[in-house]
Antibody, heavy 120, light 107 residues
Framework: QVQLVESGGGLVKPGGSLRLSCAAS????????MSWIRQAPGKGLEWVSY????????YYADSVKGRFTISRDNAKNSLYLQMNSLRAEDTAVYYC?????????????WGQGTMVTVSS | DIQMTQSPSSLSASVGDRVTITCRAS??????LNWYQQKPGKAPKLLIY???SLQSGVPSRFSGSGSGTDFTLTISSLQPEDFATYYC?????????FGPGTKVDIK
């Protein structure tokens, strides 16, 4: 079935780095824009970054610009988020999500999320 | 960036009640408005896209309306599984932005 599975979260010290992965299955991954969206504990949803189907177009939220890098490997059906210079305020559950033009660019498929905790 | 607001921030309702949640955008977003349901510890689930289109598999008691800046999510008869937090989101422009959420709990 259509599925996204994130991995790579964990506990990291401020200033440290972490790389998240998202494995896609059940659909033609290379046809879709993909995003990372995060949710701090007890808070709402914050879009972090997206990447076009080919990887040629990338956008970041101002809060992560210059620190995070999104990428994808269509041959491996995988999405990545390299997070550097992590701060306490980056602590959140990170979701990967599929953006679907058939639903006016709504996020129609979400992974289960992976928790990132930034703390000394 | 387009700011999204929701009201109320929380509400208490009973099974069978009709529930309405409002979402407002800081500028016109045409019909590029989506609604999600999130239960504790789970990922959000798309309910409504393009303001009024029901996502496949979503019960027909959920409906959406509106255009421009003002939008509404309605649950016609609240069921036990509908107690959750609901978020609106605009997909009109980058960055996509979410409302702060409306928590629906049991009266």
């Amino acid at each position: 079935q259509v599925q996204l599975v994130e991995s790579g979260g964990g506990l990291v010290k401020p200033g440290g780095s972490l790389r998240l992965s998202c494995a896609a299955s059940g659909f033609t991954f290379s046809d879709y824009y993909m995003s990372w969206i995060r949710q701090a504990p007890g808070k709402g949803l914050e879009w972090v970054s997206y990447i076009s189907s080919s990887g040629s177009t990338i956008y970041y939220a101002d809060s992560v610009k210059g620190r995070f890098t999104i990428s994808r490997d269509n041959a491996k059906n995988s999405l990545y988020l390299q997070m550097n210079s992590l701060r306490a305020e980056d602590t959140a559950v990170y979701y990967c999500a599929r953006e679907n033009t058939a639903t006016d660019d709504a996020f129609d498929i979400w992974g289960q999320g992976t928790m990132v905790t930034v703390s000394s | 960036d387009i700011q999204m607001t929701q009201s109320p921030s929380s509400l208490s309702a009973s099974v069978g009640d009709r529930v309405t949640i409002t979402c407002r955008a800081s500028q016109s977003i045409s019909s590029y408005l989506n609604w999600y349901q999130q239960k504790p510890g789970k990922a959000p689930k798309l309910l409504i896209y393009a303001a009024s289109s029901l996502q496949s598999g979503v019960p027909s008691r959920f409906s959406g309306s509106g255009s421009g800046t003002d939008f509404t999510l309605t649950i016609s008869s609240l069921q036990p599984e509908d107690f959750a937090t609901y978020y609106c989101q605009q997909s009109y422009s980058t960055p996509p932005t979410f409302g702060p959420g409306t928590k629906v709990d049991i009266k």
